[in-house]
T-cell receptor
Framework: DAKTTQPNSMESNEEEPVHLPCNHS???????IHWYRQLPSQGPEYVIH???SNVNNRMASLAIAEDRKSSTLILHRATLRDAAVYYC????????????????FGQGTILTVHP | AAGVIQSPRHLIKEKRETATLKCYPI?????VYWYQQGPGQDPQFLIS???????DKGSIPDRFSAQQFSDYHSELNMSSLELGDSALYFC?????????????FGQGTRLTVV
């Protein structure tokens, strides 16, 4: 499985933007970049995903480098409810092989949001 | 919208007992994944099923088995429980176009082995 690297932790103030980086230098052409977050004692929650182009949804934006070896999750205005562990995960588009869309959670980024 | 349903939400078992965890995926999702998350750890992939066949296997102990039934729900059977099996167990489901779709996670089953 292609691996991702994220900072252990980041801090932000409420109402400010947050940029969460992720490196994935061994990404393959069929890997989508997914972001999930997890609040304590809850199941992981989908945030956003993309392949090559930048993506926006109601929760966040995803900026993908031109060479696809890194990406950044952008929370435009952090709230206290955004405090969570954020995981950057590569998800293969193909069925078969050894993947079938398995999400492999590595060490995510613990985001602390200060009031 | 319907979500992934896991039951039970909490389970307390004694050592050497067995436990069965159930997962009901979102309708029309044909892929189910099971994860184990110990205290302070990241979710670890156990096993997955695609169209009722085992599709991938992770760090699942031999004491555990799982299957996906004709209605696509899945069950994780755990035997000879050990104290170290105490964890949150998550199930996720996904439609088959994996990369370009999201996986939906249930709220988990908290298993405590005493």
């Amino acid at each position: 499985d292609a691996k991702t690297t994220q900072p252990n932790s980041m801090e932000s103030n409420e109402e400010e933007p947050v940029h969460l980086p992720c490196n994935h230098s061994t990404i393959s052409g069929t890997d989508y970049i997914h972001w999930y977050r997890q609040l304590p004692s809850q199941g992981p929650e989908y945030v956003i995903h993309g392949l090559t182009s930048n993506v926006n949804n109601r929760m966040a934006s995803l900026a993908i480098a031109e060479d696809r070896k890194s990406s950044t999750l952008i929370l435009h205005r952090a709230t206290l409810r955004d405090a969570a562990v954020y995981y950057c995960i590569l998800r293969d588009v193909n069925a078969g092989g050894t993947s079938y869309g398995k999400l492999t959670f590595g060490q995510g980024t613990i985001l602390t949001v200060h009031p | 919208a319907a979500g992934v349903i896991q039951s039970p939400r909490h389970l307390i078992k004694e050592k050497r007992e067995t436990a069965t965890l159930k997962c009901y995926p979102i309708p029309r999702h044909d892929t189910v994944y099971w994860y184990q998350q110990g205290p302070g750890q990241d979710p670890q992939f156990l096993i997955s099923f695609y169209e009722k066949m085992q599709s991938d296997k992770g760090s699942i102990p031999d004491r555990f088995s799982a299957q996906q039934f004709s209605d696509y729900h899945s069950e994780l059977n755990m035997s000879s429980l050990e104290l170290g099996d105490s964890a949150l167990y998550f199930c996720a489901s996904s439609p088959r176009i994996f990369g370009n779709t999201e996986a939906f996670f249930g709220q988990g089953t908290r298993l405590t082995v005493v």
